[in-house]
């Protein structure tokens, strides 16, 4: 008789973690992986309570119907090539989740493939790496809304949960809404840990701090306004000393990786005609980092500024500080303008106060000023933009000046800080009630006779002028 009640397709790290969560709630999980290797470890290493599969009819035999199976495997051309496998063997009102970096698009897709076989396909974004994986994950599910009551009791019981005790899932959406949700938080993890970056930087090389000291500021910062779980393990990667007695972190190459999650989001912006520079920074950052051999030939050519004085003022732990919170929030503003925006385009009515509380705990991007967020699209579910909320442009309007400060130093001294300058010009822009695009207009019109709008005109009324 089948007895297992929740199947896992896939034993590597944040699957293995997953079915282990899934096990000690008390939920009978039955597992697979199409590496033999990878199966025997796993049952060597956690023989029970799990039933372990040696293929995919075993695993459908071992579930209780309806099935529901989650596919820990890698994104793109492999959850195809489950799929085609496992669709076969699937009998109707069965689920099956995709716990991968999925492109939403492709969720889409396989949301109306599954439909057709009248198998309840879900993308899930799943947030929290290998340690949240196994103890308590952020859960972005969508798809087929059939599904939800039938994982609602396994991933309440998995998730993380907030200090008032919420589990960190919730509904999100059809199609692909909760693999979309998941890309831009990936982008405004990308944008957080680069402005982080920066900030190491500016101590670093702008204010002359060692480790320890840098350290300190971080730590102290996890105390107040800019408590997250990034700046948590900041403090914590500064702190470390190894055996030897030295800071791993001075030895790491600064080149950073990347899987493309923070392209993807930008490139959504792009489609969408949605601004999203402080994220598209953060991307172009972490590929100018691959640059090494290049930026060693530069540097060795092209030095900093000569005579630059740094205000020593302008790049104190409380201004720097005060930039970081600037930009985290202006990172935001950007990123849920974005989520609203495809969101409607796409019907799916995100609820963005409930997504910024289950971001609270269990995602790499957990902070206290979620709850910030959260409280701003409860009091206007259709804010046009989080620096339009009273309580954002206060906080904002009490530390810009310290933000543009910090920005001066640094630009003078020549040190980096793409996300924050970003952020910055963001702000500015959106700030500035008439701009300077009419004469961008005037450029196209004059030599492509692209037409404009007029400021003494309703608008969708469309003019030319003969230039020459």
């Known amino acids: 008789m089948a007895a297992a009640e929740f199947g896992i397709i896939g034993l590597g790290v944040m699957g293995s973690n997953l079915a282990r969560n899934v096990a000690s709630r008390g939920i009978a999980v039955a597992c697979y992986d199409f590496d033999a290797r990878r199966r025997e470890d796993f049952a060597a290493a956690f023989a029970t309570p799990f039933t372990h599969s040696e293929s995919l009819p075993d695993l459908l035999n071992a579930l209780a ?75 972005m599910p969508g798809g087929a809304a059939e599904a939800w009551p039938l994982l609602r009791p ?9 200090a008032d005790d919420e589990p960190c899932v919730n509904w999100i959406g059809p199609g692909g809404a909760g693999h979309f949700v998941k890309m831009v938080h990936n982008g405004i993890e990308y944008a957080d840990m680069q402005w982080l970056s920066e900030v190491y930087l500016a101590m670093r090389d702008g204010a002359g701090m060692d480790n320890d ?29 190894d055996d030897t007695g030295h800071h791993p972190v001075d030895y790491i190459l600064d080149a ?11 490139r959504a912006a792009l489609a969408g005609g949605q601004p999203l520079p402080a ?13 090494t051999t290049m930026r060693g030939q530069v540097a060795s050519r092209l030095g900093r500024p000569s005579g630059a004085v740094l205000d020593a003022t302008a790049l104190s ?44 705990g269990g995602c790499i991007i957990r902070a206290d000023f979620l709850d910030t967020v959260a409280e701003a699209y409860r009091a206007d579910e259709g804010l046009p933009n989080l620096l339009l909320d009273p309580a954002v442009a206060s906080a904002i309007e009490a530390r810009q000046q310290a933000w ?8 003078s001294a020549g040190v980096a800080a793409p996300v924050m300058s970003a952020a910055l010009a963001y702000f500015d822009g959106l700030r500035t009630a008439r701009g300077g695009a009419n004469l961008l207009q005037a450029q196209r019109d004059y030599f492509g006779a692209h037409t404009y709008e007029r ?14």
Not at 223 to 239: K, M
Not at 320 to 346: D, H, K, M, N, P
Not at 455 to 468: M, Q
């Open 279 to 291: 994220v598209a920074e953060a991307v172009f950052a972490r590929n100018l980092s691959a640059l």
């Open 65 to 139: 119907s309806p099935r529901r199976i989650m596919l820990m495997v890698t994104a793109g051309a492999p959850v195809d090539e489950v799929l085609q496998q496992l669709l076969p063997l699937l009998a109707p009102g069965d689920v099956v989740i995709d716990g991968g970096n999925s492109q939403w698009q492709d969720t889409e897709r396989r949301v109306g493939q599954c439909a057709q076989h009248q198998v309840r396909f879900v993308g899930c974004g799943v947030s929290g790496g290998e340690l949240g994986a196994l103890t308590g994950p952020c859960l």
């Open 256 to 266: 950073a990786g990347q899987k493309g999650t923070g392209g993807w989001t930008v």
């Open 154 to 162: 396994v991933f309440e019981a998995i998730a993380a949960r907030t």
């Open 317 to 360: 732990a409380d201004a720097l500080a005060a930039a970081a919170y600037c930009t985290r929030a202006t990172v935001f503003a950007q990123s849920f303008s974005l989520i609203a925006e495809v969101g409607r385009a796409q019907g799916w009515a995100l609820d963005l106060a409930r997504l910024a509380e289950i971001w609270r």
């Open 213 to 241: 000291a840098m350290a300190a500021v971080f730590a102290g910062w996890n105390n107040g306004p800019l408590r997250s779980y990034l700046v948590e393990i900041t403090a914590a990667i500064l702190a470390f000393r």
């Open 404 to 411: 543009r400060d910090v920005l001066v130093g640094l630009i």
């Open 455 to 468: 400021t003494d005109a309703a608008r969708g009324r469309f003019f030319h002028t003969r230039w020459y």
